[in-house]
Protein backbone atom coordinates (compact mmCIF):
# COMPACT_ATOMS: atom_id res chain seq x y z
CA UNK A 1 0.00 0.00 0.00
CA UNK A 2 1.25 3.83 -0.59
CA UNK A 3 3.00 4.97 2.06
CA UNK A 4 1.51 8.11 3.91
CA UNK A 5 4.21 10.42 3.12
CA UNK A 6 3.49 9.73 -0.83
CA UNK A 7 -0.24 10.35 -0.64
CA UNK A 8 0.33 13.02 1.69
CA UNK A 9 2.56 14.41 -1.06
CA UNK A 10 0.05 14.05 -4.21
CA UNK A 11 -2.61 15.74 -2.02
CA UNK A 12 -0.81 18.39 -2.56
CA UNK A 13 -0.09 18.04 -6.30
CA UNK A 14 -3.23 16.98 -6.96
CA UNK A 15 -4.35 20.52 -5.31
CA UNK A 16 -2.64 22.44 -8.21
CA UNK A 17 -4.68 21.91 -11.23
CA UNK A 18 -8.00 22.47 -8.81
CA UNK A 19 -6.04 26.55 -7.33
CA UNK A 20 -5.14 27.01 -10.96
CA UNK A 21 -8.58 25.77 -12.69
CA UNK A 22 -10.38 27.71 -10.04
CA UNK A 23 -8.16 31.14 -9.96
CA UNK A 24 -8.11 31.24 -13.92
CA UNK A 25 -11.91 31.39 -14.34
CA UNK A 26 -11.93 33.60 -10.87
CA UNK A 27 -9.28 36.52 -12.07
CA UNK A 28 -10.78 36.69 -15.29
CA UNK A 29 -14.52 37.20 -14.32
CA UNK A 30 -14.17 40.41 -14.22
CA UNK A 31 -13.13 40.73 -17.78
CA UNK A 32 -15.61 38.72 -19.11
CA UNK A 33 -18.45 39.82 -16.87
CA UNK A 34 -17.84 43.11 -18.18
CA UNK A 35 -17.98 42.33 -21.93
CA UNK A 36 -20.41 40.06 -21.87
CA UNK A 37 -24.11 39.94 -20.18
CA UNK A 38 -25.78 37.86 -17.95
CA UNK A 39 -27.78 36.93 -20.98
CA UNK A 40 -24.91 36.28 -22.36
CA UNK A 41 -24.10 33.58 -19.60
CA UNK A 42 -27.63 32.27 -19.54
CA UNK A 43 -26.98 31.57 -22.64
CA UNK A 44 -23.86 29.97 -22.44
CA UNK A 45 -25.48 27.80 -19.58
CA UNK A 46 -28.36 26.65 -21.40
CA UNK A 47 -25.41 24.94 -24.00
CA UNK A 48 -23.54 23.38 -21.43
CA UNK A 49 -27.15 21.65 -19.65
CA UNK A 50 -27.76 20.09 -23.59
CA UNK A 51 -23.73 19.23 -23.82
CA UNK A 52 -23.33 17.63 -20.41
CA UNK A 53 -26.61 15.60 -21.21
CA UNK A 54 -25.62 14.10 -24.48
CA UNK A 55 -22.21 13.25 -23.75
CA UNK A 56 -22.94 11.65 -20.54
CA UNK A 57 -24.84 9.59 -22.50
CA UNK A 58 -22.39 9.06 -24.94
CA UNK A 59 -20.19 8.01 -22.65
CA UNK A 60 -22.05 5.26 -21.34
CA UNK A 61 -20.69 5.40 -17.87
CA UNK A 62 -17.27 4.08 -18.98
CA UNK A 63 -15.16 6.35 -17.05
CA UNK A 64 -16.59 4.56 -13.73
CA UNK A 65 -16.38 1.27 -15.73
CA UNK A 66 -13.00 2.30 -16.48
CA UNK A 67 -11.68 3.17 -13.64
CA UNK A 68 -13.10 0.19 -10.86
CA UNK A 69 -11.98 -2.71 -13.56
CA UNK A 70 -8.42 -0.69 -14.25
CA UNK A 71 -7.49 -3.07 -11.09
CA UNK A 72 -8.21 -5.93 -12.49
CA UNK A 73 -6.05 -5.56 -15.71
CA UNK A 74 -2.66 -5.12 -14.78
CA UNK A 75 -1.19 -6.36 -17.25
CA UNK A 76 0.26 -3.64 -20.08
CA UNK A 77 -1.34 -5.49 -22.46
CA UNK A 78 -4.62 -6.13 -20.48
CA UNK A 79 -4.12 -2.39 -19.25
CA UNK A 80 -3.94 -1.28 -23.14
CA UNK A 81 -6.94 -3.47 -24.47
CA UNK A 82 -8.59 -2.05 -21.46
CA UNK A 83 -7.88 1.83 -22.36
CA UNK A 84 -8.19 1.73 -25.95
CA UNK A 85 -11.30 -0.26 -26.42
CA UNK A 86 -12.94 2.22 -23.87
CA UNK A 87 -11.92 5.30 -25.72
CA UNK A 88 -12.54 3.67 -29.67
CA UNK A 89 -15.99 2.92 -28.30
CA UNK A 90 -16.34 6.52 -27.08
CA UNK A 91 -15.33 8.43 -29.31
CA UNK A 92 -17.65 5.96 -31.74
CA UNK A 93 -20.49 7.55 -29.74
CA UNK A 94 -19.38 10.71 -29.92
CA UNK A 95 -19.21 11.08 -33.70
CA UNK A 96 -22.59 9.68 -33.73
CA UNK A 97 -24.18 12.23 -31.64
CA UNK A 98 -22.41 14.90 -32.80
CA UNK A 99 -23.48 14.19 -36.43
CA UNK A 100 -27.47 14.07 -34.92
CA UNK A 101 -26.69 17.31 -32.98
CA UNK A 102 -25.12 19.11 -36.24
CA UNK A 103 -28.39 17.79 -38.07
CA UNK A 104 -30.90 19.29 -35.59
CA UNK A 105 -28.99 21.63 -34.13
CA UNK A 106 -31.55 24.37 -34.62
CA UNK A 107 -34.80 22.82 -33.17
CA UNK A 108 -32.53 21.80 -30.01
CA UNK A 109 -31.50 25.41 -29.44
CA UNK A 110 -35.25 26.69 -30.07
CA UNK A 111 -36.24 23.97 -27.26
CA UNK A 112 -33.51 24.73 -24.80
CA UNK A 113 -32.60 28.08 -25.25
CA UNK A 114 -35.34 29.75 -26.27
CA UNK A 115 -34.40 30.69 -30.11
CA UNK A 116 -32.96 28.84 -33.19
CA UNK A 117 -29.95 32.01 -33.39
CA UNK A 118 -27.82 29.85 -30.78
CA UNK A 119 -28.11 26.67 -32.44
CA UNK A 120 -23.80 26.89 -34.13
CA UNK A 121 -23.16 28.07 -30.25
CA UNK A 122 -24.99 24.68 -28.89
CA UNK A 123 -22.85 22.17 -31.33
CA UNK A 124 -19.81 24.00 -30.47
CA UNK A 125 -20.43 23.19 -26.75
CA UNK A 126 -21.42 19.91 -27.66
CA UNK A 127 -17.83 19.65 -29.28
CA UNK A 128 -16.04 21.17 -26.49
CA UNK A 129 -17.46 19.13 -23.74
CA UNK A 130 -17.06 15.94 -25.15
CA UNK A 131 -13.70 16.69 -25.98
CA UNK A 132 -12.91 17.34 -22.31
CA UNK A 133 -14.12 14.39 -21.51
CA UNK A 134 -12.45 12.05 -23.76
CA UNK A 135 -9.20 13.18 -21.96
CA UNK A 136 -10.08 11.52 -18.87
CA UNK A 137 -9.11 8.00 -19.98
CA UNK A 138 -6.45 9.50 -19.80
CA UNK A 139 -5.50 11.25 -16.80
CA UNK A 140 -7.69 8.43 -14.96
CA UNK A 141 -4.78 5.71 -16.12
CA UNK A 142 -2.36 8.51 -14.79
CA UNK A 143 -4.08 8.75 -11.38
CA UNK A 144 -4.61 5.09 -10.39
CA UNK A 145 -1.08 4.12 -11.56
CA UNK A 146 -0.05 7.14 -9.35
CA UNK A 147 1.38 9.18 -11.87
CA UNK A 148 0.19 12.62 -9.67
CA UNK A 149 2.92 14.93 -11.88
CA UNK A 150 1.57 14.11 -15.05
CA UNK A 151 -1.92 14.26 -14.04
CA UNK A 152 -1.69 18.00 -12.86
CA UNK A 153 0.83 18.62 -15.66
CA UNK A 154 -1.78 18.26 -18.58
CA UNK A 155 -4.68 19.01 -15.99
CA UNK A 156 -2.86 22.95 -15.96
CA UNK A 157 -1.89 22.87 -19.78
CA UNK A 158 -5.58 22.56 -20.82
CA UNK A 159 -6.77 25.17 -18.06
CA UNK A 160 -4.47 27.73 -18.71
CA UNK A 161 -4.99 27.25 -22.49
CA UNK A 162 -8.62 27.90 -22.21
CA UNK A 163 -8.64 30.57 -20.54
CA UNK A 164 -5.66 32.60 -22.80
CA UNK A 165 -7.86 31.08 -25.98
CA UNK A 166 -11.10 32.25 -24.67
CA UNK A 167 -9.62 35.77 -23.71
CA UNK A 168 -8.26 36.28 -26.84
CA UNK A 169 -11.41 35.06 -28.90
CA UNK A 170 -13.87 37.79 -26.48
CA UNK A 171 -11.71 40.76 -25.23
CA UNK A 172 -9.79 41.25 -28.55
CA UNK A 173 -11.34 39.55 -31.37
CA UNK A 174 -14.97 40.36 -29.47
CA UNK A 175 -16.91 37.56 -30.78
CA UNK A 176 -18.97 36.98 -28.49
CA UNK A 177 -20.23 34.54 -25.87
CA UNK A 178 -19.13 31.68 -28.28
CA UNK A 179 -15.58 32.77 -27.77
CA UNK A 180 -15.67 31.21 -24.18
CA UNK A 181 -16.31 27.84 -25.55
CA UNK A 182 -14.27 27.89 -29.10
CA UNK A 183 -11.21 28.97 -26.30
CA UNK A 184 -11.84 25.55 -24.46
CA UNK A 185 -12.35 23.22 -27.64
CA UNK A 186 -8.90 24.64 -29.04
CA UNK A 187 -7.21 23.73 -25.49
CA UNK A 188 -9.30 20.61 -25.09
CA UNK A 189 -8.45 19.12 -28.59
CA UNK A 190 -4.67 20.39 -28.41
CA UNK A 191 -4.15 18.21 -25.00
CA UNK A 192 -6.46 15.42 -26.40
CA UNK A 193 -3.72 15.46 -29.08
CA UNK A 194 -0.83 15.42 -26.91
CA UNK A 195 -1.95 12.88 -24.92
CA UNK A 196 -2.73 10.46 -27.37
CA UNK A 197 0.57 10.60 -28.66
CA UNK A 198 2.15 10.00 -25.66
CA UNK A 199 0.18 6.85 -24.81
CA UNK A 200 0.55 5.36 -28.12
CA UNK A 201 4.39 5.33 -27.31
CA UNK A 202 4.18 4.61 -23.78
CA UNK A 203 1.91 2.42 -24.30
CA UNK A 204 0.99 0.11 -27.54
CA UNK A 205 -2.27 0.32 -29.19
CA UNK A 206 -4.31 -3.02 -28.43
CA UNK A 207 -7.61 -3.69 -28.44
CA UNK A 208 -9.77 -6.60 -26.39
CA UNK A 209 -13.43 -6.68 -26.75
CA UNK A 210 -13.92 -9.08 -23.65
CA UNK A 211 -12.09 -6.07 -21.48
CA UNK A 212 -14.98 -3.51 -22.95
CA UNK A 213 -17.37 -6.11 -22.82
CA UNK A 214 -16.51 -6.19 -18.66
CA UNK A 215 -16.64 -2.39 -18.47
CA UNK A 216 -19.87 -2.07 -20.60
CA UNK A 217 -21.32 -4.81 -17.93
CA UNK A 218 -21.00 -2.72 -15.20
CA UNK A 219 -21.17 0.63 -16.85
CA UNK A 220 -24.31 0.77 -18.91
CA UNK A 221 -26.36 0.14 -16.00
CA UNK A 222 -24.97 3.54 -14.98
CA UNK A 223 -26.52 4.89 -17.99
CA UNK A 224 -30.34 5.85 -16.64
CA UNK A 225 -28.26 7.37 -14.06
CA UNK A 226 -26.14 9.53 -16.14
CA UNK A 227 -29.12 10.05 -18.32
CA UNK A 228 -31.44 11.20 -15.30
CA UNK A 229 -28.43 12.69 -13.55
CA UNK A 230 -27.49 15.18 -15.86
CA UNK A 231 -31.41 16.25 -15.89
CA UNK A 232 -31.41 16.62 -11.69
CA UNK A 233 -28.12 18.45 -12.25
CA UNK A 234 -28.72 20.84 -15.23
CA UNK A 235 -32.95 20.89 -14.29
CA UNK A 236 -32.42 24.20 -12.52
CA UNK A 237 -30.97 25.93 -14.82
CA UNK A 238 -33.51 24.66 -17.31
CA UNK A 239 -36.40 25.37 -15.58
CA UNK A 240 -35.10 29.10 -14.70
CA UNK A 241 -35.07 29.38 -17.90
CA UNK A 242 -38.02 28.45 -18.44
CA UNK A 243 -40.51 30.12 -15.95
CA UNK A 244 -37.87 32.94 -15.39
CA UNK A 245 -35.58 34.46 -17.36
CA UNK A 246 -32.62 33.74 -19.40
CA UNK A 247 -30.50 36.48 -17.54
CA UNK A 248 -31.65 34.52 -14.05
CA UNK A 249 -30.00 31.54 -15.76
CA UNK A 250 -27.02 33.71 -15.96
CA UNK A 251 -26.94 34.72 -12.32
CA UNK A 252 -27.82 31.60 -11.16
CA UNK A 253 -24.64 29.69 -13.26
CA UNK A 254 -22.18 32.46 -11.89
CA UNK A 255 -22.83 32.00 -8.49
CA UNK A 256 -22.91 28.09 -9.34
CA UNK A 257 -19.45 28.67 -10.77
CA UNK A 258 -18.05 30.05 -7.78
CA UNK A 259 -19.76 27.25 -5.55
CA UNK A 260 -18.61 24.59 -7.84
CA UNK A 261 -14.49 25.50 -6.36
CA UNK A 262 -15.94 23.30 -3.08
CA UNK A 263 -16.61 20.31 -5.86
CA UNK A 264 -13.72 20.61 -8.08
CA UNK A 265 -11.55 21.06 -4.94
CA UNK A 266 -13.16 17.59 -3.63
CA UNK A 267 -12.54 15.86 -6.47
CA UNK A 268 -9.20 17.13 -6.59
CA UNK A 269 -9.06 15.26 -3.43
CA UNK A 270 -10.76 12.28 -4.24
CA UNK A 271 -8.16 11.45 -6.93
CA UNK A 272 -5.44 10.96 -3.48
CA UNK A 273 -8.34 8.85 -1.64
CA UNK A 274 -10.46 6.97 -4.40
CA UNK A 275 -7.68 4.85 -5.10
CA UNK A 276 -6.62 3.84 -1.98
CA UNK A 277 -10.49 3.56 -1.07
CA UNK A 278 -10.57 0.53 -3.79
CA UNK A 279 -7.73 -0.90 -2.49
CA UNK A 280 -8.64 -1.68 0.71
CA UNK A 281 -12.05 -3.00 -0.34
CA UNK A 282 -10.49 -5.21 -2.96
CA UNK A 283 -7.81 -6.33 -0.34
CA UNK A 284 -9.14 -6.00 2.93
CA UNK A 285 -13.04 -6.75 1.99
CA UNK A 286 -15.81 -6.36 4.26
CA UNK A 287 -13.60 -5.52 7.28
CA UNK A 288 -12.21 -2.61 5.51
CA UNK A 289 -15.17 0.15 6.50
CA UNK A 290 -13.28 0.72 9.56
CA UNK A 291 -10.09 1.32 8.30
CA UNK A 292 -12.12 3.32 4.88
CA UNK A 293 -13.92 5.47 7.59
CA UNK A 294 -10.96 6.83 9.74
CA UNK A 295 -8.71 7.72 6.78
CA UNK A 296 -11.61 9.76 4.74
CA UNK A 297 -12.24 11.62 7.95
CA UNK A 298 -9.57 14.21 7.00
CA UNK A 299 -10.30 14.25 3.64
CA UNK A 300 -13.66 15.09 4.74
CA UNK A 301 -12.54 17.69 7.28
CA UNK A 302 -10.26 19.29 4.44
CA UNK A 303 -12.89 19.17 1.98
CA UNK A 304 -15.51 20.90 4.34
CA UNK A 305 -12.85 23.80 4.91
CA UNK A 306 -13.31 25.04 1.72
CA UNK A 307 -16.98 25.47 1.66
CA UNK A 308 -16.62 27.00 4.67
CA UNK A 309 -14.60 29.58 3.69
CA UNK A 310 -16.10 30.29 0.10
CA UNK A 311 -19.50 30.78 2.39
CA UNK A 312 -17.83 32.93 4.84
CA UNK A 313 -16.53 35.41 2.09
CA UNK A 314 -18.90 34.82 -1.04
CA UNK A 315 -20.20 38.50 -1.00
CA UNK A 316 -17.03 39.93 -0.88
CA UNK A 317 -15.98 37.46 -3.85
CA UNK A 318 -18.62 38.57 -5.97
CA UNK A 319 -18.60 42.30 -5.12
CA UNK A 320 -14.71 42.19 -6.27
CA UNK A 321 -15.17 40.19 -9.37
CA UNK A 322 -18.68 41.15 -10.96
CA UNK A 323 -20.68 44.32 -11.67
CA UNK A 324 -23.69 45.15 -9.69
CA UNK A 325 -26.15 43.57 -12.34
CA UNK A 326 -24.57 40.17 -10.99
CA UNK A 327 -24.36 40.59 -7.53
CA UNK A 328 -27.66 38.68 -6.78
CA UNK A 329 -25.69 35.49 -6.91
CA UNK A 330 -24.18 36.25 -3.64
CA UNK A 331 -26.35 33.95 -1.60
CA UNK A 332 -26.56 31.53 -4.59
CA UNK A 333 -22.99 31.05 -3.69
CA UNK A 334 -23.60 30.48 0.10
CA UNK A 335 -26.19 27.76 -0.76
CA UNK A 336 -24.99 26.05 -3.38
CA UNK A 337 -21.73 25.72 -0.80
CA UNK A 338 -23.45 23.81 1.58
CA UNK A 339 -25.06 21.50 -0.91
CA UNK A 340 -21.42 21.01 -2.68
CA UNK A 341 -20.44 20.35 0.97
CA UNK A 342 -22.42 17.24 1.37
CA UNK A 343 -21.59 15.93 -1.79
CA UNK A 344 -18.07 14.43 -0.14
CA UNK A 345 -20.40 10.85 0.60
CA UNK A 346 -21.78 10.49 -2.66
CA UNK A 347 -18.20 10.16 -3.44
CA UNK A 348 -17.43 7.14 -2.22
CA UNK A 349 -17.58 3.83 -4.58
CA UNK A 350 -19.24 1.24 -2.54
CA UNK A 351 -22.08 0.36 -4.84
CA UNK A 352 -19.78 0.39 -8.19
CA UNK A 353 -17.65 -2.02 -5.85
CA UNK A 354 -20.29 -4.43 -4.65
CA UNK A 355 -21.36 -4.14 -8.79
CA UNK A 356 -25.00 -3.27 -7.37
CA UNK A 357 -24.77 -0.72 -10.00
CA UNK A 358 -28.55 -0.82 -11.20
CA UNK A 359 -29.28 0.80 -8.10
CA UNK A 360 -27.71 3.95 -8.80
CA UNK A 361 -30.29 4.39 -11.50
CA UNK A 362 -33.05 4.00 -8.86
CA UNK A 363 -31.20 6.39 -6.67
CA UNK A 364 -30.82 8.54 -9.82
CA UNK A 365 -34.46 8.88 -10.52
CA UNK A 366 -35.88 9.18 -7.01
CA UNK A 367 -33.04 12.50 -7.10
CA UNK A 368 -34.76 13.78 -10.02
CA UNK A 369 -38.14 13.48 -8.90
CA UNK A 370 -37.21 14.79 -5.79
CA UNK A 371 -35.64 17.88 -7.66
CA UNK A 372 -38.48 18.30 -10.18
CA UNK A 373 -41.10 18.48 -7.60
CA UNK A 374 -39.32 20.95 -5.17
CA UNK A 375 -37.86 23.13 -7.81
CA UNK A 376 -40.71 23.70 -9.57
CA UNK A 377 -42.54 26.04 -6.83
CA UNK A 378 -39.48 27.43 -5.45
CA UNK A 379 -38.82 28.71 -8.76
CA UNK A 380 -41.73 29.72 -9.97
CA UNK A 381 -42.36 31.78 -6.58
CA UNK A 382 -38.79 33.01 -5.68
CA UNK A 383 -36.76 32.20 -9.17
CA UNK A 384 -32.64 31.50 -9.35
CA UNK A 385 -32.40 32.13 -5.70
CA UNK A 386 -35.31 29.42 -5.55
CA UNK A 387 -33.40 26.98 -7.42
CA UNK A 388 -30.44 26.96 -5.10
CA UNK A 389 -32.89 26.28 -2.01
CA UNK A 390 -34.40 23.71 -4.08
CA UNK A 391 -31.65 22.19 -5.34
CA UNK A 392 -29.78 21.96 -1.50
CA UNK A 393 -33.31 20.78 -0.26
CA UNK A 394 -33.90 18.11 -2.81
CA UNK A 395 -29.56 17.06 -2.55
CA UNK A 396 -29.94 16.52 1.06
CA UNK A 397 -33.04 14.63 1.00
CA UNK A 398 -31.79 12.32 -1.94
CA UNK A 399 -28.06 12.51 -0.27
CA UNK A 400 -29.15 11.19 2.62
CA UNK A 401 -31.57 8.28 0.70
CA UNK A 402 -27.94 6.93 -0.69
CA UNK A 403 -26.13 7.01 1.82
CA UNK A 404 -28.20 5.48 3.49
CA UNK A 405 -28.89 2.37 0.67
CA UNK A 406 -24.43 2.66 0.48
CA UNK A 407 -23.89 1.73 3.70
CA UNK A 408 -26.61 -1.15 3.23
CA UNK A 409 -24.46 -2.56 0.70
CA UNK A 410 -21.18 -2.10 2.19
CA UNK A 411 -20.75 0.23 5.61
CA UNK A 412 -17.89 2.53 5.65
CA UNK A 413 -17.60 2.96 9.76
CA UNK A 414 -17.45 6.77 9.64
CA UNK A 415 -16.63 8.65 12.59
CA UNK A 416 -19.83 9.83 13.07
CA UNK A 417 -19.53 12.59 15.95
CA UNK A 418 -16.53 14.18 14.92
CA UNK A 419 -18.56 14.64 11.33
CA UNK A 420 -21.54 15.58 12.78
CA UNK A 421 -20.23 18.38 14.30
CA UNK A 422 -17.67 19.80 11.20
CA UNK A 423 -21.30 19.91 9.37
CA UNK A 424 -22.85 21.64 12.26
CA UNK A 425 -20.27 24.63 11.85
CA UNK A 426 -20.74 24.56 8.08
CA UNK A 427 -24.32 25.07 8.02
CA UNK A 428 -24.86 27.20 10.97
CA UNK A 429 -21.85 29.48 9.50
CA UNK A 430 -23.89 29.50 6.07
CA UNK A 431 -27.23 30.09 7.30
CA UNK A 432 -25.50 33.18 8.99
CA UNK A 433 -24.32 34.56 6.78
CA UNK A 434 -27.74 34.53 4.55
CA UNK A 435 -29.55 36.24 7.64
CA UNK A 436 -27.01 38.99 7.98
CA UNK A 437 -26.55 39.90 4.65
CA UNK A 438 -30.44 40.15 4.45
CA UNK A 439 -30.81 41.86 7.98
CA UNK A 440 -32.16 39.96 10.08
CA UNK A 441 -28.97 40.66 12.47
CA UNK A 442 -26.89 43.72 12.21
CA UNK A 443 -24.22 43.28 10.52
CA UNK A 444 -22.29 46.29 10.60
CA UNK A 445 -18.97 45.20 9.88
CA UNK A 446 -17.89 43.94 6.09
CA UNK A 447 -14.37 43.53 4.34
Not at 94 to 106: D, E, N, P, Q, S
Not at 135 to 153: G, Q, S
Not at 202 to 223: G, N, Q
Not at 403 to 416: A, L, N, R, T
Request: proline content about 3%.
Amino acid sequence: MTSKEKQIKNSFIYLLPVMVGNLLPMVTLPVFTRILSKEDYGVFALSQVYAVFVNGIANSGLTIGYERNFFEHKEAKQASGLLYSTLLFVISSFIICGFLTYLFKASLSKWIIGSPDHAALLFWSYCSTGLMGLKTYYLTYFRNTENAKAFVWYTIDESVMGVLFSLFMVAYLRIGVIGLIWGQLLASLSIFSILSCRFIKILPVSFSRDALKDSLKLSLPLTPRIFFGVIGSQFDKYMIGLLNTVGGVGIYSIGQRVANIVFTYMTAIQNVFAPQVYKRMFEMGEEGGESIGRYLTPFLYISISLGLLIALFSEEVINILTPKSYHGAINIVIILSMLYGSYFFGKQPQLIYTKKTHITSILTIVSIILNIIINIPFIYIWGAIGAAWGTLVAGLISGGISFWVSQHYYEIKWEYGKIATIFVIFFSAAISMILLRNGVFSYLIRL
